[in-house]
């Protein structure tokens, strides 16, 4: 046999339509698997308005009274777990919510307005916050996430039950 017979290796027609149909087929399966990751930012405003409910609104209503709303922190007082108190009566905790930025990111914290340690953050990824008095013992409020979501809602102190 001649090396040079002419003979060239390549694929052939049908060979070429079957790839093709391969290359489709996959691109259809993996075509809602790819749309699933582009929802996973929504799926995180869903957490956050979730942990803001569970955590920040029943803490609110339960033991908080407000006391000054400004636009960008909210100064409540709740009562101090200290049952020994000099005077006999009940002591109160001065707190403030606001947003806090760290080198490692910012987060919606409450936390005393004297300078010292805060209580855990409550929901990280937030860009800044909007308070606004909407009656006696109600406040709405506006998070911007850092994600560029917004979530809204509404606070009620142990007041307003």
Known sequence: MD???GFHSAMTLAEVLVALALMSGLLLIWRPVLG???QLPNLNQEV???Q???TLTPY????AE???VMPTSLYYNVPDRDP???TGGVQY???KLEVRRTASGSYLQGSGTESGPGTTPLIYGVAKIRLTDIGPGSVRYELFMLSGARLTGVLNDKTTR
């Open 3 to 5: 090396k040079n017979s």
């Open 36 to 38: 699933a990751v582009r």
């Open 48 to 50: 956050a308005m979730l």
């Open 52 to 54: 803001m409910a569970n």
């Open 60 to 63: 609110m209503a339960k033991r």
């Open 66 to 68: 407000f006391k000054t």
């Open 84 to 86: 020994t108190s000099v």
């Open 93 to 95: 905790q001065h707190l």
